[in-house]
């Protein structure tokens, strides 16, 4: 295999390659740290200095033009923004790529918590990243004496209201009647530095027999 002075180090090429021209794109794995040079003009000489993702948003690598010696040199670099590739059927998203889909659904009537107490309908677990969690939720009265109702998306489990914000990740509702339950549904974002369970929050103010909840968490991943 041919080789390239490059900074005044043998590096291995890509591929044999004198005279003529290339034709097609010229793509390195991310991680690549240093490449063959790829004869442009007369002696000059533009080597990929490096690829990888710099930020996660953005196609990034370094270019150094030198001469056949590494003598003479000089640097740039070139940043192109991605452009995610959707899909034409209907699969899903791999795990830690845009598009990711999680959720859980609780289709069977789940009786609230104690009376003014927060607990968790339901919850799931997201990996690092940028996330929208929506909520779809319904309370229905199941024969009990109720005053309000209220969902939420929290990262904290059980009896707490820590990180909910009334309009935000928390709503206070009207009760349901005998006749008709009670319907909410949110976005809210999340954006996690590592994996994190996130709950479905809920909460109901009655007396005489105990409300019930159903709905959905479910999570898509943006970036």
Avoid: H
Avoid at 19 to 38: D, F, H, N, Q, R
Avoid at 129 to 154: H, M, Q, Y
Avoid at 178 to 187: K, V
């Amino acid at each position: 295999m041919a080789r390239t002075k490059i900074d005044k180090t043998l590096v291995p090429d890509l591929f044999p390659f004198s005279g003529g021209t290339l034709t097609g794109p010229l793509a390195l794995p991310t991680g690549t740290s240093s490449a063959a040079s790829v004869q442009m003009t007369g002696a000059a000489r533009t080597g990929l200095y490096f690829y990888g993702a710099y930020p996660t948003e953005q196609a990034w690598f370094s270019c150094r033009s030198v001469d056949i010696w590494g003598t003479n040199s000089s640097n740039f670099e070139v940043r192109v923004p991605l452009m995610a590739k959707g899909t034409t059927t209907n699969d899903s998203a791999a795990a830690g790529y845009i598009g990711e889909y999680i959720e859980s659904v609780i289709d069977t009537a789940q009786n609230f918590p104690t009376s003014t107490q927060y607990g968790d309908l339901t919850s799931i677990s997201l990996t690092a990243g940028d996330w929208d969690v929506t909520e779809t939720f319904r309370a229905s009265l199941n024969s009990s004496t109720c005053t309000d109702v209220s969902c939420g998306i929290s990262v904290t489990s059980g009896n707490s209201t820590t990180g909910l914000v009334a309009g935000s990740n928390l709503f206070l509702l009207a009760p349901p009647t005998a006749s008709y339950g009670t319907n909410m549904g949110f976005t809210y974002r999340v954006s996690l530095a590592s994996t994190t369970t996130v709950y479905f929050k809920i909460m109901a103010t009655y007396s005489l027999g105990n409300p019930q909840a159903r709905g959905r968490i479910s999570a898509r991943r943006v970036r």
